[in-house]
């Protein structure tokens, strides 16, 4: 089981991701609604806040390491691959998600998924060699409060 702040800076679906430094998004707006009156005013109603949102930018890299320097022994098409395998699992359900922030993991919706590849030479660099596939991808996700 991955550990924050040892292997990984968050889990999402059992498995520890690092991110993007300053990728970081978290909303979470307020339920409300302003109607205007016909004295001029505003009858403003407030239900307090919504489902909180976040916007994450997941290192689906090679030769990443633990906080203590050790390689985490993934690739990163094997973080990408385990990062799209819960993305396409999740469809109608949630998965359980926790960051250094959170106190305790909460259920949250893989709204949106975006992958970048970083570099495609790597893996005409790989194949050719004979080495299995080797690219390094940067994966933004949108999850929503379950």
């Known amino acids: 089981m991955p550990t924050i702040g040892l292997d990984c800076e968050l889990i999402l679906d059992g498995t520890g991701y690092f991110l993007k430094p300053g990728s970081y ?8 609604r302003a109607t205007p009156r016909a004295d001029g005013g505003l009858a403003y109603v407030d239900l307090g806040p919504g ?6 930018v997941i290192l689906c890299f090679n030769e990443l390491t633990r906080y203590d320097g050790t390689p985490t022994g993934l690739t990163g098409q094997q973080y990408r691959d ?11 359900s949630t998965v359980l998600y926790s960051d250094p922030i959170g106190a305790t993991a909460v259920t ?39």
């Not at 489902?51 to 994450?56: D, N, S, V």
């Not at 385990?82 to 109608?92: D, E, F, M, V």
């Not at 949106?112 to 994966?139: C, F, I, K």
């Open 82 to 92: 385990t990062l799209r395998a819960s993305y396409l699992a999740s469809t109608g």
């Open 108 to 146: 949250v919706h893989i709204d949106n998924y975006r992958e970048t590849v970083l570099d495609l030479h790597t893996q005409q660099l790989a194949l050719a060699t004979g080495g299995p596939l080797a690219l390094s991808y940067e994966v933004t996700i949108e999850l929503l409060e379950g």
């Open 51 to 56: 489902k909180r949102t976040w916007q994450l």
């Open 25 to 32: 998004q978290m909303q979470q707006p307020r339920l409300r």
